[in-house]
């Protein structure tokens, strides 16, 4: 085992162990290291600044870092993390992104994109590594079976990487967990199971994965480990919940509960299995010195617990280090925060809706996550004449002076075909 590795298995016992996490400096010397967990450091009635890093001279470069758990402390050494050494800082303005598909990292569309993100305010790009049928659209080089079997690589994900490192572009890698028909097809027995046998799908033809089964976790943290070793510094992970209605057919399908029993509600399991899995994702992918995001339902805010889906706001919150709600106008129910046809008023409801999360988020004080919503860069024609506008740089701009205005610098637009509003306003800083 190398040096590095473990290393980074005492950081993760250290985590664990200690609110005031011990990590390594800059010396990679295994000889040079010595460990004291309870160190004190202040005199007893000496005021200290909470937020204040707290340096010690032991007999070797060790320091106390005060950030929260379950989070990689800012100060870490990059050549002590799995990941590569070679990263995209995180930017000091915030996360301004643009969504890419797998398909489209391949082709000269892609190279259109870095030119919008080097021309404007923008910084950052998700990249799908695993879309929403299940299949993993970047070839990831791993020596995993299923991740393996589930490829059908649009391009090589280290020439994707590449090209935004070498434009500074921050990568964020998204990956879709609980809707894979490509995994429910091939295991019936991690799905939803009919009583005719066959895998139960949505009126859309997708099937889901069970987030009871702990299989599906690990090949999801798997698809997650493998990407932040690829160069990825945010793992993004969305469709993280049981399918939509789910509460309707719960007791019709066959499939396995993991470790629950009839002690607790059906609802009850949802929940805490979704915050479980996020949980675990973190806790294993901490080493990789990445951050994980969640992108969660906006009306979770709403209604606390989505008991269908799993979606517990604070629950996935306080196992997070970025919230991405997605929060498009166009999602809104009409009358949702007073407002009859939300589409209509892109500011109104962006406005509206961070109000009542930021509410939510103090809850956790220093504990809660960076806020980077989803936001809309496309028309919603389907909601039918007089009930949406067409989409551009000025309902854009309106969404994100919103955010401005409620303290959120932070955010990603939605485009699934790729084409954004170039002469929107990205910054109001």
Sequence with gaps: MTFKKIMLQLLSIALFSSSQLVVLAEEETADSVETEENAEVNDENKEVDPDDQIEINLDGPLRINQDKLLEMPSNFPTKLSLGP?????????????????????????????????????????????KEDYGDIVLNLDSDNELINEATNAHTDAKEVIQKLNDNDIYPIARIVVFKDSVLAEKQPDLSFVKSDGSVWKNNRGEAFVNPYEKEVWEYNIEVAKAAAELGFRDIQFDYVRFPEGFEYRDEELDYGRGDYDESTTNVEQRVDSVNSFVEEARSQLLPYGVDVSVDIFGYAAMVGEAPGIGQSFLGISENVGVLSSMIYPSHWGPGNFGIEKPDLE?????????????????????????????????????????????????????????LHDNG???????????????DATFSFD
């Design 346 to 402: 892109p500011y109104n409801i962006i406005n509206e809706y961070m109000k009542l999360e930021n509410e939510l988020l103090s809850e956790l004080g220093n504990d809660a996550p960076r806020s980077r919503p989803w936001i809309q860069d496309f028309t919603a024609s389907y909601l039918g004449s007089g009930n949406y506008l067409n989409y551009g740089a000025h309902e854009v701009t309106e969404q994100i002076r919103a």
């Design 85 to 129: 050494e070679a990263v995209v800082e995180y930017p000091e303005d915030g996360v301004k992104g643009i969504f890419s598909t797998g398909s489209t990292a391949g082709t000269k569309r892609f190279d259109e994109l870095i030119d919008l993100v080097n021309s404007t305010e923008l910084n950052s790009m998700v990249v799908d590594v």
């Design 408 to 422: 959120v610098n932070e955010f990603l637009l939605w485009n699934s075909a790729n084409q954004f509003s170039e």
